[in-house]
């Protein structure tokens, strides 16, 4: 109600923010209360002879199911957590088999994000071959989007008859995930232009005439920390230039992070620990079987999976010492 509340646009932002996510918290908190309630009420009337042994269970049920989806929602505590993700994929050692691999976890992804009612765009994609994709790049945005993603950090196995072999053999492939939280403009990061160059291309795949005349993809690299990033998804160098700056910024973000992090509990540290050769999860598709070797978790539901029904292993691992 202070008249000159918005006069700062960027204090403004942040209290509105905190705002929502307060109000958030609150409704939900109120929404398991009802719940509670109803449950309450149903065990009355069954006392009294009234209702049945059915519509009681059925309200506690969906109780419980809404206080476990609260309790995994308190996972999500860093404030890092509420931004929105840039998720990158690319592809391991050998060749075909791993760029298809790599695009299989792309539309897993995708469609989990399509599911889960966030909005995503590519921001770099890098064609294989033959098939598939050697490197892929995609903004994932809405509110914890990083949060629940978080745990994807790593490497990914997949191991299937190949389809692109004529003998028909057993294939192991790999591809790496890196998941990263997309700065807002409620996050400052400071970067001196004196430290950043910046070299422009010329876009492949698709995009007709325009990416062969234009050199309007760009790269940007950081020289103190060496990191690059890509962008040449949108149609002019000015959008890119933002898009490649956005993702540059993100990936300092994660490391100061990582920085404040690095006393975390041994618990922590081995979730986030990223290593090559080291999978975080296997996608055994002859044996029907997906399995996260942090969490134990895994299914046989391999179709449901590479379809984008993630939400069980991304709670598995988000609840690791939370018992």
């Known amino acids: ?56 269970e059925a309200g506690y049920q969906k109780a419980v199911k809404m206080i476990d989806d609260l309790e995994f929602r308190s996972t999500l505590n860093q404030p890092e957590d509420e931004l929105s993700a840039i998720l990158e994929i690319n592809a391991g050692a050998g060749g075909t088999e791993s760029n298809d691999w790599s695009e299989m976890l792309w539309r897993m992804y995708t469609m989990w994000a399509d599911k889960s009612g966030f909005k ?12 598939g994709i050697k490197s892929v790049a995609i903004e994932i945005t809405g509110d914890y989007a990083y949060g629940f993603l978080k745990g994807e950090n790593g490497v990914h196995r997949l191991v299937r008859i190949s389809p692109f072999n004529a003998q028909g053999k057993r294939q ?73 700056l956005t993702m ?44 996260d070797h942090r969490s134990n978790y895994q299914t046989s539901q391999t179709d449901a999976v590479l379809d984008g029904n993630i939400d069980e292993f991304l709670k598995a691992f988000l609840m690791i010492g939370k018992d």
């Open 1 to 56: 109600m202070d008249p000159e509340f918005w006069n700062d646009q960027e204090r403004a932002k942040k209290i509105m923010k905190l705002i929502k996510t307060n109000q958030k918290w609150v409704d939900d908190y109120h929404k398991v209360a009802d719940a509670i309630g109803d449950v309450e009420v149903l065990q009355e009337f069954l006392k009294e002879g009234e209702g049945s042994e059915e519509d009681l």
């Open 248 to 291: 540059l910024k993100s990936r300092l973000y994660e490391v100061e992070l990582k920085k404040q992090h690095a006393e975390r509990d041994k618990v922590e540290a081995g979730k986030t620990k990223i290593e090559w050769g080291a999978q975080i999860r296997s996608y055994v598709l002859d044996d029907r079987r997906v399995k």
């Open 120 to 131: 995503w765009k590519g921001l770099n994609r890098v064609d294989g071959d033959v098939a």
């Open 172 to 244: 192991t492939s790999f591809a790496s995930v890196f998941v990263h939280p997309m700065v807002d403009d409620t996050i400052e990061i400071e970067i001196n232009p004196a430290d950043i160059e910046w070299d422009t291309f010329r876009a492949s795949g698709a995009g007709g005439q325009h990416v062969n005349k234009t050199e309007s993809a760009v790269r940007v690299r950081h020289l103190p920390s060496g990191l690059v990033a890509e962008c040449q998804e949108e149609r002019s160098q000015h959008l890119n230039r933002e898009k490649a």
